[in-house]
Nanobody, 115 residues
Framework: QVQLVESGGGLVQPGGSLRLSCAASRSIFIINFMGWYRQAPGKERELVAGINGGGTTNYADSVKGRFTVSRDNAKNLVYLQMNSLRPEDTAVYYC?????????WGQGTQVTVSS
């Protein structure tokens, strides 16, 4: 089992940037997949960006070219750098780890993009 804690959310103006961090309670070196998801009010949770153990990344079409996911195995951290933020990026952002078919979620961090 692994516990995940997200941080870095907040209020930002359109066009601004934020970096989210996800701290894991154990080594992420052996975790198969780490992902960032988001859920806006009235909408289903969706995958934003993911990174596997080999460093391969994937992104939702809506964030390609604006968001970057990365992982620091030595520090047990996963990041989501978000640039050129838009109001439609407003959501609660969750970190997820998948290991041996089991999924573990963080508690989420709120991102609000508004002028």
């Amino acid at each position: 089992q692994v516990q995940l804690v997200e941080s870095g959310g907040g209020l930002v103006q359109p066009g601004g940037s934020l970096r989210l961090s996800c701290a894991a309670s154990r080594s992420i070196f052996i975790i198969n997949f780490m992902g960032w998801y988001r859920q806006a009010p009235g909408k289903e949770r969706e995958l934003v960006a993911g990174i596997n153990g080999g460093g391969t990344t994937n992104y939702a079409d809506s964030v390609k070219g604006r968001f970057t996911v990365s992982r620091d195995n030595a520090k047990n951290l996963v990041y989501l750098q978000m640039n050129s933020l838009r109001p439609e990026d407003t959501a609660v952002y969750y970190c997820k780890a998948v290991q041996r078919g089991l999924g573990f979620w963080g508690q989420g961090t709120q991102v609000t993009v508004s002028s």
